[in-house]
């Protein structure tokens, strides 16, 4: 090859050329998001407080339900109780082979018999004493029910404390208001109760035939005075 005495054009500038400024190429940024607004923030906190407190608010209130349930039945059965046990002493005291006569004039018995009013008459005043959130209609509902079989019961044993006849003429309102109080009373049990609370309501009315009583043995004797004066 010959050399021609020249430079070799190798593509870079000759040392002596003016030197180009190079400009720095910008950096290509991400937009950033824009900030939630503050009014946005505060909804969402205060649609999961309302969750919360209607969360709070339903347990509070089924727990409010159970208890009032529970002090219904434990004065329910105090009242039954105390009309047992004025129907048993009125067993007692009736004559082998009675007639009308005897038990017009039989002290015991209207003594019995007043003693009963008054116990089932103060197991009354503890049911009526009861009070519920004024919402809970079907716990109200029940209690009145109940406090107007007891009533009829008080209205049966006074007028045996005047004219122990009288009780062996049946016993019309009785089994009315205790049908009337067993359907209410089930009616006002609280969803998912407490255990052993459907439980309790089934040996209170147990035994309809009785009117209430809760030994129907008491009752027997009665039936069969009804019976022989009939």
């Not at 209130?61 to 002493?89: F, H, P, V, Y």
């Not at 017009?104 to 103060?122: S, Y």
């Not at 008080?154 to 109080?181: C, H, K, S």
């Amino acid at each position: 090859m010959r050399h021609s005495g020249g430079v070799e054009n190798s593509g870079y500038p000759p040392p002596d050329a003016p030197q180009q400024a190079v400009m720095p190429q910008p950096i290509a940024t991400r937009s950033q998001p824009r900030p939630t607004p503050i009014w946005v923030k505060m909804l969402f906190w205060f649609s999961v407080g309302l969750i919360f407190l209607a969360a709070l608010m339903a347990v509070a209130d089924w727990a409010a339900r159970n208890i009032e349930m529970t002090r219904l039945l434990t004065a329910i059965e105090a009242s039954e109780n105390q009309m047992k046990i004025a129907q048993e002493g009125i067993a007692t005291e009736i004559p082998d082979d009675p007639d009308e006569s005897d038990l017009k004039r039989n002290q015991d018995l209207k003594a019995t018999a007043a003693a009963g009013r008054d116990e089932v008459a103060q197991a009354g005043a503890e049911v009526a004493s009861l009070s519920f959130l004024p919402w809970h209609d079907e716990m109200i509902t029940a209690q009145g029910a109940y406090l107007a079989h007891n009533q009829a019961w008080v209205e049966y044993l006074a007028d045996g404390a005047e004219d122990p006849v009288t009780m062996f003429d049946g016993q019309d309102n009785i089994e009315p208001t205790w049908i009337r109080a067993e359907s209410e009373v089930r009616q006002a049990l609280p969803v998912f109760a407490w255990p052993q609370m459907s439980s309790r309501i089934n040996l209170i009315f147990s035994d309809s035939e009785a009117g209430g009583a809760v030994v129907p043995a008491a009752y027997l004797p009665v039936m069969v005075v009804s019976a022989q004066l009939g």
